[in-house]
């Protein structure tokens, strides 16, 4: 038998405050416990509400539906609708919308970069304060969550439990055919959930172990409950120092709107709004409808003999008459020939506030909502404590005012709206603000199945200062490497300032990259030449050029020169026996071969000659934490050669990294210039397919869509990049991108015409709009601004 577990000293305080405030109740009037309408939590989750009646409670996410286009809406509906047909009438269940306030403190607490006492701590401190604000601008003050409970009647909890396992198991899947994440509460959940309902003033946080409740001789009740509940007036009730109110809504609108859910979703304070729902038999609804029909016939007639005694025509009926009529006949054949149920649903609106004017302020924009959609919200007068209670996750329903509905008449109100990106990870990185919520973007790239990324957009539009704006963030929250390829020669001051090493690569510097550098780890493969060679055949390929490329022979001719100038190296690897360019051209001269001399001679420019800037040993520090090449005073012909044999010792750097179980993050500017050569091209393909599995992240920066579709090899990054942080784009790229990555004209709309630092933002499945507004009186934005403007005002 396992040894009971000792109490910590916190623990006992715990539970000596819950006893004095389970003692404060006076037993001989209803206590708050009373109140609160179960009767058993298990630790699996399931609750016996009454006698005979078992819950169950799922916590499901959001996708996004107001965003996508109508084909796609109609599918989430379809699929709403086929998740609602599930239910037959042997179970009830209830759908939960929460928006409570958060702990403030906790919240902004996952936002806060810590300091480590060293140069770098007053950028922490300016970019936590930028996350801050951001945060104070949007709603995340509101957490908000949405769950489905289900109940079943049964004997014992025996006989329950694997009927509700299986109804769970059944949920679970429907919600992954819709594209939804969900997972089920356990006990110890759903009493949290509980408890925050009733603390919404003191936002206390929960404590409760169930090995607490023998040494205590408490229920679970004792944890959860608040310290009173008042329903004094038949209009309002208390909880704790909380005002609240529960409405419920009379639907008139002959018909539905999907928005208005989503409506009353996006009001910004503490609201709970609630959908208990229960399937009608099919054979009884149709049985009640055709009786009602029945009715219906039986009033007309009765007119008409009217019509006919009063002496005028009986076609003349009353015009509610033919309404119902028609009405009752549309849903019989709905009922019969379409796939549609009869539901019976309750909706409740309980609004919450610090003062009865506040309340009642949020009252009335609730109700100013239902009338926008011709509906009707209404105080459950003298059912207060009914209506707080049947809002509670539990799957009982105390106030009985139903309305019944087709299976469509009920998925109108789609529980979806937009789905929300806030990573609480020490790695989750900002992005800006969800222009639709106003809330913060945080997300970490390496949860991804593929965290290679790309960020697109036209000149102008931030792309630039995004990526700075990210390698900032990485390098403040993460130990990443971090390797920046600068064509432009705009990355210099941010690594600077973050005490990197800038390697600027021209004729006429004395910063020198050797590109025959060959790391021991450099292929997964036994012998590390293999890819080395395969780098050097594109680094000769590029130089040779031609239209057809290398020719067989020469191939073989410098891959037998590899093996030759390396053999030293491999036999004694310390760094005076690395070879260098020359050693390959002396190589080559050495060969029979005329393909060999004739390589030799294209290479000569580049060992003896005015472009010998690759032909040294490297000289700079490779190896600091970021490293930023930049390459932009090399010519035409020199930048393409230079960005083939950067990403070849990031290449290095990635395999080194690895075996020190780190990752290595690394930023390509002006990537279509890549792209644009079938060799560097091919090599940027090969780094987006096997980074992953080595620990690097490649990001893509560039402007030309168009060079990423060039052909179906290139096709591939974009293949592969689960995460597209997509700026402003030309008109000819919007539509490739639209087909490539099927977004909606509404999802377009977003980077058309759109201000610096606005786009759609994709994550994995995710898609969302974005807005950066970074302030620019921090020394992060002077430091990473190419704006000439900016820059002449901090000047």
């Known amino acids: 038998m396992s040894e009971k577990r000792k109490l910590t000293r916190a623990e006992k305080k715990q539970i000596e405050a819950a006893i004095a405030r389970a003692k404060n109740q006076d037993k001989k009037k209803k206590s708050a416990q009373d109140s609160i309408p179960f009767e058993r939590m298990y630790q699996d989750g399931v609750c016996r509400v009454k006698p005979g009646y078992y819950t169950k409670t799922i916590q499901f996410q959001d996708i996004n539906y107001q965003l996508n286009q109508n084909e796609d809406k109609t599918a989430i509906f379809e699929g709403w609708c086929d998740f609602l047909n599930y239910f037959d009438s042997s179970v009830k269940f209830q759908l939960s919308f929460m928006n409570m306030a958060a702990n403030k403190d906790t919240y902004g607490q996952s936002i806060v970069i810590p300091q480590q006492g060293d140069d770098f701590d007053n950028i922490r401190v300016e970019y936590t304060n930028m996350l801050r604000s951001q945060l104070a601008r949007g709603n995340n003050g509101l957490i908000k969550t949405k769950y489905l409970t289900f109940g079943i009647e049964a004997d014992t909890i025996r006989a329950a439990k694997p009927r509700l396992d299986r109804i769970e198991t059944d949920l679970l899947n429907n919600f992954k055919r819709l594209g939804v994440s969900a997972e089920p509460l356990n006990g110890k959940q759903r009493l949290a959930l509980m408890h925050r309902m009733f603390h919404m003033d003191e936002q206390m946080d929960f404590h409760f172990e169930w090995d607490w409740l023998a040494p205590s001789g408490l229920s679970v009740k004792d944890f959860i409950a608040p310290s009173s509940f008042e329903f004094r007036n038949g209009r309002e009730f208390g909880v704790g120092k909380k005002l609240g109110a529960v409405s419920f809504l009379q639907i008139l609108a002959p018909e539905l709107n999907d928005r208005m859910l989503a409506d009353f979703l996006d009001m910004e304070s503490s609201l709970i709004v609630t959908m208990h729902i229960q399937s009608v038999d099919q054979t009884k609804a149709i049985k009640t409808v055709k009786r009602k029909i029945t009715d219906l016939q039986k009033m007309t ?40 149920r009869m539901f019976l649903m309750t909706f409740l609106v309980l609004n919450t506030a610090n003062s009865k004017q506040q309340l009642g302020n949020n009252v009335f924009q609730a109700s100013s909502i239902a009338q926008k959609y011709n509906c009707q919200l209404t105080r459950l007068d003298f059912q207060q404590e009914e209506g707080l209670m049947s809002s509670l996750p539990l799957g009982l329903n105390q106030i009985e005012i139903q309305r019944g509905l087709t299976t469509s008449s009920v998925a109108i109100f789609v529980p979806f709206t937009t789905q929300e990106l806030f990573q609480s990870g020490a790695e989750a990185l900002y992005c800006g603000i969800n222009a639709l919520s106003n809330n913060l973007i945080m997300v970490d790239r390496k949860l991804l199945k593929n965290p290679n990324g790309l960020i697109l957009g036209t000149p102008g539009s931030g ?28 990355y210099g001051p941010l690594v600077e300032r973050l005490h990197g090493q800038v390697i600027r690569i021209s004729p006429t510097s004395t910063h020198y990259i050797n590109p025959m550098d060959l790391n021991l780890n450099y292929s997964e493969e036994e012998n590390p030449l293999s890819l080395k060679s395969d780098f050097i055949l594109s680094l000769c390929e590029l130089i040779v050029g031609g239209k057809d490329g290398l020719q067989p022979v020469e191939k073989t001719v410098i891959d037998r020169c590899v093996r030759l100038v390396y053999r030293d190296y491999l036999a004694d690897p310390k760094p005076e026996n690395m070879p260098i360019l020359e050693d390959l051209y002396n190589a080559l001269l050495r060969q029979d071969e005329k393909e060999a001399h004739y390589i030799a001679t294209a290479l000569e420019i580049y060992v003896t000659g005015s472009l010998n800037v690759f032909n040294h040993r490297t000289n700079v520090n490779i190896h600091s934490r970021i490293v930023s090449y930049d390459i932009k005073e090399l010519g035409k012909q020199l930048k393409k050669i230079g960005m083939l044999i950067v990403q070849d010792q990031v290449w290095n750097r990635v395999t080194i990294n690895r075996e020190a179980r780190k990752s290595t993050r690394y930023y390509i500017d002006e990537m279509h210039l890549l792209l644009k050569e079938e060799q560097t091209a091919a090599y ?112």
């Open 301 to 340: 007639i009765e007119e008409q003999k009217k019509a006919v005694r009063s002496g005028y025509d009986m076609d003349i009926i009353p015009s509610d008459l033919a309404t119902y009529g028609n009405e009752a006949k549309k849903i019989l054949q709905d009922l019969q020939s379409r796939n549609e």
């Open 463 to 490: 792309k630039s200062f995004s990526a700075k704006r990210e390698i900032a963030n990485v390098f403040l929250v993460t130990d990443d490497d971090i390797i920046i390829c600068d064509p432009e020669a705009e």
């Open 684 to 795: 940027s393909v090969e780094i987006w397919k096997r980074f992953r599995k080595w620990g690097g992240i490649p990001t893509g920066i560039t402007q030309n869509v168009k060079d990423l579709l060039s052909s179906r090899e290139v096709e591939n990054i974009f293949e592969n990049s689960d995460y597209v942080y997509m700026l402003n784009q030309a008109s000819g790229d919007r539509q490739i991108l639209a087909k490539q990555l099927n977004i909606s004209p509404h999802q377009l709309s977003y980077v058309t015409h759109s201000g610096e630092g606005e786009g759609l933002l994709f994550y994995g499945s995710v898609i969302l709009p974005f807005v950066d507004r970074f302030p620019k009186d921090t020394e992060l934005y002077s430091i990473m601004t190419t704006k000439l403007s900016d820059k002449s005002a901090a000047d």
